[in-house]
């Protein structure tokens, strides 16, 4: 079915209905492979039943009853994974994998909403990214859809969220809606006028409360985290990842690098605070963000520079006004330092080893899922050509075909 989508009018986009039973090869392919910076040129792409089954250097010539699409010498990459999104509609997240992010990890959203999509999506009834889901954030005043949600915790409404024992039952709460990891706000949030991103909301005992009863469910914690001595308290809990960290010092990005935390630093959106439009526009947020932007980029220059394990994200909603891509992002890395190698393995295989699905997806190799990207151009060449991701393909079906080149997988 071709259909036009606003901005993709000129795309062909295909049906998932369409594709279920129908498997694809892709010719004069070029892989990127995002583990050793390699390329394997000419080569052709088998798939079928969702999953990826030869990868024939030598091009081979296509058998059976499938699609075939020649690439003709385009590029292609896994597809993106965002490790940070607050989205909680369907065509949000369908906007966030026409982008080319197959799969992404939701920050919170109202009334369970990301754990309803990842179920929607894992039985087919959806078209989106593979979500990960952490309900409500773990913060003192907790969302007032949480209390609805859990009347049974109406007590500790009005910011009572405080102490091991407050922090226990808000986690086993969101445990028992078989979220796949906790967010916490180790400190106050940067998108809001009247808070200071630098205040810590949680000390490490409270924090490591968490990370106990998310580690009995066989799932981690991230924090966010922008200010110094909020994110210290978490590493040394025991988080899993650090997400902003805008103003960590040299002693917090050390621990982080020893202990294996990862850092998800989200320099794209402080650059939307300082910009009209987007997912931010308000005065007192373009002054803090123009502040914010030179320290968030030292921040992750350092902790690169220290060994700390990088991970992309966008931190937007993926809304009709949202202005930040993934690609976005990892241009942002690339100027603090990561190669464009580097960058591409913080939106793909250090974003798999977070997520932990590392043995589903995140690269291009035998055996895993077909979520993968067709780029015009070499992203190792220049990580720029991921702003124009020309097809999409996720579990195997073609989701999205841009451009004016023959051998579309459907007529």
């Not at 006028?193 to 066989?218: C, H, S, W, Y």
């Not at 190669?339 to 798999?352: F, G, M």
């Given at each position: ?19 279920v ?5 892709l010719?004069n392919a070029?892989?990127v492979?995002v ?7 000419d ?10 089954v030869?990868i ?7 058998t ?13 990459a ?5 490790a940070?999104?607050?989205?909680g ?6 906007r966030?994998?026409l ?5 992404m ?60 024992d407050a922090?226990?039952?808000v986690t086993?709460?969101?445990?028992s ?10 400190t ?13 909301l ?5 924090i ?9 469910a ?8 922008h ?18 960290g ?24 402080v ?19 123009r ?25 937007t909603?993926?809304?009709p ?11 942002e890395?690339e ?12 939106a793909?295989?250090?974003a ?5 699905v ?18 015009e ?9 991921l702003q ?6 996720s579990?195997?079906?073609v ?13």
């Amino acid at each position: 079915m071709i259909r036009s989508l606003g901005f993709l009018s000129v795309a062909v986009v295909v049906s998932a209905s369409q594709l279920v039973a129908q498997d694809l090869v892709l010719t004069n392919a070029n892989v990127v492979n995002v583990t050793d910076g390699t390329v394997v040129m000419d080569a052709t792409v088998t798939i079928a039943n969702g999953r990826i089954v030869s990868i024939d250097a030598d091009g081979g010539s296509p058998t059976g009853d499938r699609s075939v699409v020649d690439l003709g010498g385009r590029y292609v990459a896994p597809g993106l994974m965002d490790a940070h999104v607050h989205v909680g509609a369907e065509a949000d997240a369908r906007r966030a994998l026409l982008s080319g992010v197959t799969t992404m990890r939701s920050m919170g959203a109202d009334h369970y909403a990301d754990v309803g999509m990842r179920e929607l999506q894992r039985a087919g009834h959806a078209t989106t990214p593979e979500h990960l889901a952490a309900g409500y954030h773990v913060r003192p005043q907790m969302a007032e859809g949480f209390f609805q949600d859990h009347p049974e915790l109406g007590g500790l409404d009005g910011g009572n969220v405080q102490g091991v024992d407050a922090v226990r039952r808000v986690t086993r709460a969101l445990l028992s809606r078989n979220v796949d990891f906790i967010k916490t706000n180790a400190t106050e949030r940067a998108g809001l006028p009247n808070t200071d991103p630098r205040k810590q909301l949680f000390d490490q005992t409270e924090i490591a409360a968490m990370v106990e009863e998310a580690g009995r469910a066989g799932i981690g914690v991230s924090a966010h985290a922008h200010g110094d001595a909020g994110a210290r308290a978490a590493v040394a809990a025991g988080v899993r990842s650090i997400e902003h960290g805008t103003y960590l010092s040299e002693t917090t990005l050390r621990m982080m690098a020893e202990r294996g935390t990862y850092l998800v630093p989200t320099i794209a959106i402080v650059r939307d605070l300082t910009i009209p439009g987007g997912d931010y526009d308000n005065a007192v947020l373009n002054i803090r963000g123009r502040h914010m932007l030179p320290r968030v980029q030292r921040m992750a220059a350092m902790a690169h520079r220290l060994g700390v394990t990088i991970v992309a994200a966008t931190d937007t909603g993926y809304g009709p006004n949202s202005t930040t891509t993934l690609a976005h992002e990892l241009l942002e890395l690339e100027t603090v330092g990561l190669t464009p190698l580097e960058a591409l393995q913080a939106a793909t295989i250090n974003a798999a080893e977070l997520f932990g699905v590392s043995d589903h997806t995140g690269r291009i190799e035998v055996g895993l899922e077909a979520d993968l990207i067709v780029l015009e151009h070499n992203p190792l060449d220049g990580i720029g050509t991921l702003q124009d991701v020309l097809m999409v393909v996720s579990d195997g079906e073609v989701i999205v075909q841009r451009g004016d080149w023959p051998g579309r997988p459907m007529s």
